[in-house]
């Protein structure tokens, strides 16, 4: 079983959905938690990150960490082609992070 | 741009021979981390330095790389004797330290090994 779960999609929405985004993790011992985003051919740029538990808010991105089901969410509102990409999870271990799989969104026109 | 910068953005080779790959980070960034990257997974760990000192190697890390930060500045990453399995995106990522959360990547070198 790996670290940290992602399902990698493809996910395909109309643009103005609002769209979610989730990871299951199994190392209770880590509570640091980031979403990152991935064009094409670039590397992974910080979204959002979280600590423990609760809900943490960056404008139109919402990111959610449940500490009884080990499940984080992100959570994308109004969305535009723009925001089309590779979302990854990843869960800080010590001095490295641990990433999910990445789901490949696309949002249409 | 003041980003970090990874060189080169390709590169292909064939199996046997020896890459060598440069990461510069964002100035004054303490900490720089290579990650590896294949098609339709998320980066794995690799290692990571604090200054010049590599404080951490994943086990994925076999005999046949290496890495250096000599100056506590730009990194590299060699591997000798490539195979096909080391095809791969190389991702370079820096950290001011404090809150090594906030990793700013490279946009990666693309390795072929043919």
């Known amino acids: 079983q790996k670290e940290v779960e992602q399902d990698p999609g493809p996910l395909s929405v109309p643009e103005g959905a609002i769209v979610s985004l989730n990871c299951t993790y199994s190392?209770?011992?880590?509570?640091?938690f980031m979403w990152y985003r991935q064009y094409s051919r670039k590397g992974p740029e910080l979204l959002m990150y979280?600590?423990?538990?609760g809900n943490k808010e960056d404008g139109r991105f919402t990111a959610q960490v449940d500490k009884s089901s080990k499940y984080i969410s992100l959570f994308i509102r109004d969305s535009q082609p723009s925001d089309s990409a590779t979302y990854l999870c990843?869960?800080?271990?010590?001095?490295?992070?641990?990433f999910g799989q990445g789901t490949r969104l696309t949002i249409n026109p | 741009d003041t980003g970090v910068s990874q060189d080169p953005r390709h590169k292909i080779t064939k199996r046997g021979q020896n890459v060598t790959f440069r990461c510069d980070p964002i100035?004054?960034?303490?900490?720089l981390y290579w990650y590896r990257q294949t098609l339709g997974q998320g980066p794995e760990f690799l290692t990571y330095?604090?200054?010049?000192?590599?404080?951490?190697k994943s086990r994925l890390l076999s005999d046949r790389f290496s890495a250096e930060r000599p100056k506590g500045s730009f990194s590299t990453l060699e591997i000798q004797r490539t195979e096909q399995g080391d095809s791969a995106m190389y991702l370079c990522?820096?950290?001011?330290?404090?809150?090594?959360?906030?990793?700013?990547f490279g946009s990666g070198t693309q390795l072929s090994v043919l």
């Open positions: 990522a820096s950290s001011p330290g404090q809150d090594n959360e906030k990793l700013f």
């Open positions: 190392n209770s011992a880590f509570q640091y």
């Open positions: 979280t600590y423990s538990s």
């Open positions: 990843a869960q800080r271990e010590a001095q490295k992070l641990v």
């Open positions: 100035s004054e960034h303490n900490r």
């Open positions: 330095f604090q200054n010049e000192a590599q404080l951490e």
